[in-house]
Structure formats: C-alpha cells, structure tokens
C-alpha cells in the first residue's frame, strides 16, 4: 500500500511537471478597455510582452499606469485559470476521492 501510494506521488510529480514546462507555451492576453494597453502572460503567470499604443505616450501618466495595471490584472486572472485547469488535469485519476 505504501509503495504505492509513493509511486502515485511520483507519478503526480513528473505530470506537474510537464504541466508546467507546457504552460510556458501557452499564452493569455489582457487588455484594458479601450485596448490600447495588451499585456501577454505565459499559464505559468510570468509577463512576456507589454504593447502600449503610442498615442499614450504622450498622455497622462496616470492614466497609462491604471492602463497597465487593469490590462496585468486581467491576463493574471486568464493565466491562473488557465494553470489551475492543467495542475487539475496532471492530478485528475492520480489521487481519487482527494478533491482534485
């Protein structure tokens, strides 16, 4: 039984992960209103690219700040949607009846 359990526990280990090496290819945006502020997000939440309309650069400052806030915020909740939905799958069948 308990050797079992540690190869369940090892298997569910590789599967995280190879999750994780697979949402470093997969990509969300978030985009403030308006869309001229796009943040793109890996599903491991790690910011790859920021693109800022120009006609923005030459704004307000405050404005362009809330911009890139709100745009991070919304590609931060799409990537840890999207992690928490393959960190599911990589334990799905691995460990019946525990909630996952």
Known sequence: ???NMMEKLQQMKQKVEESKK???????DGIAPGG????TMSGNR??????????LLHGD????E??????T????????KVYEAEMQ?????????MGL
Request: net charge negative; glycine share 8%.
């Open 61 to 64: 400052k405050e404005e362009l």
């Open 1 to 3: 039984m308990f050797g």
């Open 73 to 80: 915020n919304n590609a931060l909740d799409q990537a840890e």
């Open 66 to 71: 809330d911009l890139i806030i709100i745009a």
């Open 89 to 97: 799958g990589a334990a799905m069948g691995l460990m019946p009846g």
């Open 36 to 39: 001229k502020v796009k943040v």
């Open 22 to 28: 697979r949402l470093d290819t997969v990509f969300v």
């Open 46 to 55: 790690k910011v790859k690219s920021i693109s800022i309309d120009d006609a």
